[in-house]
C-alpha cells in the first residue's frame, strides 16, 4: 500500500468510525436522556433496552470488533507464521480503530445503564481504552523502521549519522552549519531523568513546537549558502534529525513507561473478557440470543 492509499483508507476509517457513532446517538439520544423510571414507557423500549434487538445488536457487533481488534494484532505481534502477512503499524491502526468503535457500540448496548457484575468489564473496557490512547502516544516516540518494528541501538545510531552525512554529502553543508543545526536540536538538560507528567509534557511541547522549529531551522540555514532549491529538503532532513535526537534521548524512559502501561491495557483486556464471558453465557442461558 502507498502513502496516498494508506492515507486515504486511514481516513475512510475515522470518517467510518466517526458517523457510526454520531448516527446512533443522534437516532437514540432522547431515549439515553431519559430517566430509568420513564424508559419502559418510551414507544421504542423494546428495541432499545440491552436485550432489545438494536442495543443487543450494538452489544454483539461492538464485542465482536473489540474482539477481532485483539486477535489480529496479537496474532500479526506474537505468531511468527504471521510476521510475513503485512506491516506490524497496518495491524495496530486497524486493533485501534476496532477497538474505539467497539467500546462505543457496546455502551450503546448497555444504554448507559452499567449495572450488575459486567459493569467490571465494562470498567475494565474503558480503561484499557482510555489507556489506549497514552499507550499510543508513547508508542509513537518509539524509533521504528518502516514495517513498523523498533530499531536496535546499532540501527538508531546508523539512522542519525545517516541524517547528518546525507546534509555533508547530498546538500554540501559545511562542518559550521552542521554544527550549529545539531545545537539546535539538542535535547533538554536531565530530561532522561525526568518524571511521567514532565516526561509527557516534553514530548507534547517538541510535538506542538514544529511550526517555530522549523523556523528556527531556516533561520539558521539562511546565514550559511544553501541552495534555493534544496533548501525544502535540508529543512525536512533537519527537523527529523532534531525530532530524532530528543526521541533517543528519551527513548529509555519511554520504553520504561511503555512497559509499565502494559501494566493497565493487557490484564485489564484480561478481566474485560474473563467477565465478558460470564455475561454472554448468563445471557445464552436465558434465551437471549438476539436474531440467532
Ligand atoms: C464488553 C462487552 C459487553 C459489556 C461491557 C456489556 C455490558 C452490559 C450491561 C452494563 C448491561 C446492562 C445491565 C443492567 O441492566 O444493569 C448489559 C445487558 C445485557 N447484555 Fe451485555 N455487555 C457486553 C456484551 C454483550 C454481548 C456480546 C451480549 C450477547 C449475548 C450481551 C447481552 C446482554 C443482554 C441480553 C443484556 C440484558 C440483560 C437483561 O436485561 O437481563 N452483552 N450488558
Ligand atoms: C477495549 C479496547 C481494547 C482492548 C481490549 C485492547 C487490548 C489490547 C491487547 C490485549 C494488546 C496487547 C497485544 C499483545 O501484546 O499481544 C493491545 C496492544 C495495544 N493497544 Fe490495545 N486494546 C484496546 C483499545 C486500544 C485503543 C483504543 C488504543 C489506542 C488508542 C490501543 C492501543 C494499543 C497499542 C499502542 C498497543 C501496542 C502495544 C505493543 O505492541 O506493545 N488499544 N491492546
Known amino acids: 500500500m502507498n502513502q496516498l492509499s494508506h492515507r486515504l483508507f486511514l ?34 423500549y423494546n ?31 506474537r505468531v511468527r507464521a504471521f510476521r510475513q502477512i503485512g506491516k506490524i503499524k497496518y495491524f495496530l491502526e486497524f486493533h485501534i480503530f476496532l477497538c474505539l ?51 536496535s541501538a546499532k540501527e538508531l545510531e546508523e539512522k542519525g549519522k545517516m541524517m547528518l552525512d546525507s546534509l555533508h554529502s547530498t546538500y554540501a553543508l559545511n562542518e559550521q552549519a ?8 539538542k535535547p533538554m538538560a536531565h530530561i532522561d531523568e525526568a518524571g511521567l507528567f514532565t516526561l509527557l509534557w516534553y514530548l507534547l511541547i517538541s510535538d506542538l513546537s514544529q511550526k517555530r522549529r522549523i523556523m528556527l531551522i531556516k533561520n539558521t540555514l539562511n546565514k550559511y549558502s544553501v541552495d534555493k532549491h534544496s533548501m525544502k529538503k535540508v529543512v525536512a532532513i533537519v527537523n527529523d534529525h532534531i525530532v530524532f535526537q530528543q526521541r533517543i534521548a528519551v527513548l529509555e524512559k519511554v520504553q520504561e513507561i511503555f512497559h509499565y502501561w502494559h501494566v493497565i491495557h493487557l490484564p485489564f483486556s484480561i478481566i474485560m473478557f474473563v467477565v465478558l464471558l460470564v455475561h454472554v453465557g448468563v445471557a445464552i442461558t436465558f434465551g437471549y440470543t438476539w436474531i440467532f
Do not use: C
Request: glycine share 10%; charged share 15%; aromatic share 12%.
Open 47 to 77: 428495541d432499545l433496552k440491552p436485550s432489545g434487538i438494536e442495543s443487543h445488536g450494538y452489544g454483539i457487533i461492538g464485542t465482536a470488533m473489540v474482539t477481532i481488534g485483539v486477535i489480529m494484532y496479537s496474532s500479526r505481534k
Open 178 to 185: 552542521v554544527k550549529a543545526l545539531r545545537e539546535l536540536g
Open 11 to 44: 481516513s475512510f476509517l475515522i470518517l467510518f468510525g466517526i458517523l457510526i457513532a454520531v448516527a446512533v446517538l443522534a437516532r437514540n439520544v432522547e431515549y439515553y436522556f431519559l430517566p430509568m423510571e420513564e424508559r419502559p414507557f418510551h414507544e421504542r
Open 101 to 151: 468503535i467497539g467500546p462505543v457500540l457496546v455502551l450503546y448496548h448497555t444504554t448507559f445503564k452499567f449495572g450488575g457484575l459486567v459493569a467490571v468489564s465494562f470498567w475494565s473496557m474503558s480503561a484499557v481504552a482510555f489507556s489506549g490512547v497514552l499507550g499510543r502516544y508513547l508508542y509513537q516516540h518509539i524509533p521504528k523502521n518502516i514495517e513498523g518494528n523498533e530499531l
